[in-house]
């Protein structure tokens, strides 16, 4: 008997609660149902269901196993699709958080273009600068940027991001460039203030080794986008990321410093639950994320801009 005919009876049956009902969706007799789910047991050597005249219940081991049978299912109907009428087909529901700079940068500008690749798929996308328990919040996906604490998420590699001290040339007229991050103390620095989610300091490589600086100055601020802006203006100098202010540099609105002191990059990330029950819309939409992120062409060339 097919293992996968078995499978996909097992699930029926527990999803419908009874034979009689399994057995109506292939319009077959009752009877066939049970011998499908009899021969499941006996393979595996275990009993999946409790079956009386008035109602089927599943055992311990019977719901544990309907989840995976579950997954399984939905694994191979997404194969399936991939391969169906010449290309990629993918429906359903993705739910995905980022940061509110990022996101607004880099990831909403990107959900059209998905969307019209695969236009069975919709697209919810959170964007909030505190860590979302993607688990416990129902999210297929987060983006995240900076270095990942430890977890039991599965994490792919997007794109490296590197963080920048960067001024307008008016300021680093008035004030001077730095020639050594410990000449930072000195200077109007634009900082994140103490109850944002990165409190980790300024990362700056010395002497082979990198060294946080937790700076102070005048102004401070919860909102990334809040500090760029002061810096912008002439207010100091901030600490962002290549993402936030490459389009600055290009244009010569800023100027970064104290590159011979830049830390290795950390990276942009896309995480997730579990890689082993990846619904196809979710694995394409991180492998959309990732070729795109991965053209060079996207973050521009910033060679020239320091």
């Given at each position: 008997?097919?293992?996968?005919?078995?499978?996909?009876?097992?699930?029926?049956?527990?999803?419908?609660?009874?034979?009689?009902?399994?057995?109506?969706?292939?319009?077959?007799a009752?009877?066939?149902?049970?011998?499908?789910?009899?021969?499941?047991?006996?393979?595996?050597?275990?009993?999946?269901?409790?079956?009386?005249?008035?109602?089927?219940?599943?055992?311990?081991?019977g719901?544990?196993?309907?989840?995976?049978?579950q997954?399984?299912?939905?694994?191979?109907?997404?194969?399936?699709?991939?391969?169906?009428?010449?290309?990629?087909?993918?429906?359903?529901?993705?739910?995905?958080?980022?940061?509110?700079?990022?996101?607004?940068?880099?990831?909403?500008?990107?959900?059209?273009?998905?969307?019209?690749?695969?236009?069975?798929?919709?697209?919810?996308?959170?964007?909030?600068?505190?860590?979302?328990?993607?688990?416990?919040?129902?999210?297929?996906?987060?983006?995240?940027?900076g270095?990942?604490?430890?977890?039991?998420?599965?994490?792919?590699?997007l794109?490296?991001?590197?963080?920048?001290?960067?001024?307008?040339?008016?300021?680093?007229?008035?004030?001077?460039?730095?020639q050594?991050?410990?000449?930072?103390?000195?200077?109007?620095?634009?900082?994140?203030?103490?109850?944002?989610?990165?409190?980790?300091?300024?990362?700056?490589?010395?002497?082979?080794?990198?060294?946080?600086?937790?700076?102070?100055?005048?102004?401070?601020?919860?909102?990334?986008?809040?500090?760029?802006?002061?810096?912008?203006?002439?207010?100091?100098?901030?600490?962002?990321s290549?993402?936030?202010?490459?389009?600055?540099?290009?244009?010569?609105?800023?100027?970064?410093?104290?590159?011979?002191f830049?830390?290795?990059?950390?990276?942009?990330?896309?995480?997730?639950?579990?890689?082993?029950?990846?619904?196809?819309?979710?694995?394409?939409?991180?492998?959309?994320?990732?070729?795109?992120?991965?053209?060079?062409q996207?973050?521009?060339?910033?060679?020239?801009?320091?």
């Amino acid at each position: 008997m097919d293992r996968l005919k078995q499978i996909e009876t097992f699930v029926a049956v527990a999803s419908k609660g009874s034979l009689t009902a399994a057995a109506a969706l292939e319009d077959v007799a009752p009877a066939v149902i049970g011998r499908r789910i009899d021969a499941l047991e006996a393979r595996l050597g275990v009993k999946l269901m409790v079956r009386t005249t008035r109602r089927i219940t599943l055992t311990h081991e019977g719901s544990a196993f309907l989840e995976d049978c579950q997954r399984l299912i939905a694994d191979f109907n997404s194969a399936e699709a991939s391969v169906s009428a010449g290309g990629v087909k993918a429906s359903g529901h993705v739910r995905v958080t980022a940061p509110g700079g990022f996101g607004r940068r880099h990831v909403a500008p990107l959900v059209p273009r998905f969307l019209a690749q695969h236009p069975e798929v919709s697209l919810s996308l959170n964007l909030s600068d505190r860590v979302v328990d993607i688990v416990n919040e129902s999210y297929d996906c987060a983006v995240r940027v900076g270095d990942l604490a430890d977890s039991s998420m599965v994490a792919v590699r997007l794109a490296d991001n590197r963080r920048l001290c960067v001024a307008t040339p008016a300021y680093l007229k008035r004030a001077g460039v730095p020639q050594h991050p410990a000449e930072l103390g000195r200077h109007q620095c634009l900082v994140l203030s103490s109850d944002a989610s990165q409190t980790r300091g300024w990362a700056f490589q010395v002497e082979g080794e990198v060294q946080h600086l937790r700076l102070s100055g005048r102004l401070d601020c919860s909102d990334g986008q809040v500090l760029h802006e002061w810096c912008l203006q002439g207010l100091g100098l901030a600490w962002r990321s290549t993402w936030e202010v490459q389009g600055d540099l290009a244009a010569g609105r800023l100027v970064s410093v104290l590159d011979g002191f830049a830390a290795p990059p950390n990276g942009i990330y896309a995480m997730f639950p579990s890689a082993r029950h990846l619904p196809l819309r979710v694995r394409l939409w991180i492998d959309f994320l990732k070729h795109t992120y991965g053209d060079a062409q996207y973050w521009g060339d910033l060679s020239g801009c320091r």
